[in-house]
């Protein structure tokens, strides 16, 4: 008996977009189906059927491609995995039915020795076996990444956008400001800072380098680029923007005989970090180095130096500023604040070690 020949699917565009309703979590996703190009094994009844399918009536191809193009898949536990219900990731295992498990889960129902299939009980000889057809299926299943609305263009596949999202260099940070609901990457958050809000910026600082800045009360930024990424003079400010970049916050709080500076840095992982870290909300090996020192006449302190290193607070500000009392805080007396030309300001030197 001859199987019903498969039309051509030419016309269709190589990434058709289609629905994936969520049935537990009453959620409606928009996905991107992906044809793998390389694929050179078809089977003979397939390339029958699209030989066939070239004498198919135009009104058959265009349904048939219309249906492809509006896919909805009306039960997303298809792609979860039936033990641990995540995505199923390749490698994927199934049993000799047909049930599918990922890989860690397989390992652990070997593991307990049972031999069954966890879903129909069926004995497994030589244990579960890979399922390719599923690997592919769950690799062609693509999903817009949830900071598209950040500039991010990746799609990555539907197992994977929780990797992505982890890393993803357009995730979002929050403005600091009062009442302000600005969300947007470093580089938009800087722009946003020098912008609307007037505060103080500065743009050419490569790690591991010591600079001097000048600090008013209240809010205070500077941008870091990578060291071997970043140019030397005008070019350094150009490059700040097209490299991966990150965005420090200094904020110079009045106390009654001093200020308070503390530095923190405003990332868009801080969550991740967190949970690498158990909890510490401390990207590794991310310090500063604060140094104040002034010498000369002056009519209550003819020389004053201090020099701190500590490690930096990083947060996306998504919850605010952090607890003053658990950053580090570098106090500048009030005898020193002000002395030169700008007596609004304290000028400090700064270096952040990687």
Known sequence: MRRRPRPVMSEQPSSTSFTLVKRRKKMVSTFSFEEDEDSDSVEEDEDLGAADSLHAPPDVRARTSTAVANVTVGDADALECGVCFLALR??????????????????????????????????????????????????????????????????????????????????????????????????????????????????KVRAGEAFSIRLRDGFNFFLL?????????????????????????????????????SVICIHPHTSSAAAANNGDQQLPLTQCELVFSCYGDRSSCRSHYQSSVFRVVCTDLSSGLPNPENCFQFFVPNTVFGVGDDKNSIQIKARIIN
Request: aromatic residues 6%; neutral net charge.
């Open 90 to 203: 390749p490698p994927i295992f199934q049993c000799e039915v047909g049930h599918v498990v990922c890989s860690a889960c397989r390992d652990k129902l070997e593991a307990t020795g049972n031999g069954n299939c966890h879903v129909c009980r069926a004995a497994t000889r030589g244990g579960y076996r890979r399922c390719y057809a599923m690997e592919r299926l769950v690799d062609c299943i693509r999903v817009p990444c949830p900071y598209a609305a950040h500039g991010c263009d990746a799609t990555p596949p539907y197992h994977g956008q929780e990797s992505h999202r982890q890393v993803c260099p357009h995730a979002p940070c929050h403005c600091p400001g009062d009442s302000c609901g600005f969300i947007g990457s470093e580089t938009a958050l800087m722009d946003h800072f020098a912008g609307a809000h007037k505060w103080p910026c500065t743009t």
């Open 225 to 261: 680029a990578d060291h071997d990424r970043c140019g030397d003079g005008e070019q350094a400010a150009v490059t700040c923007c097209s490299v991966p970049c990150r965005l420090f916050l200094l904020n110079v709080m009045k106390e009654r005989l001093s200020r308070a500076i």
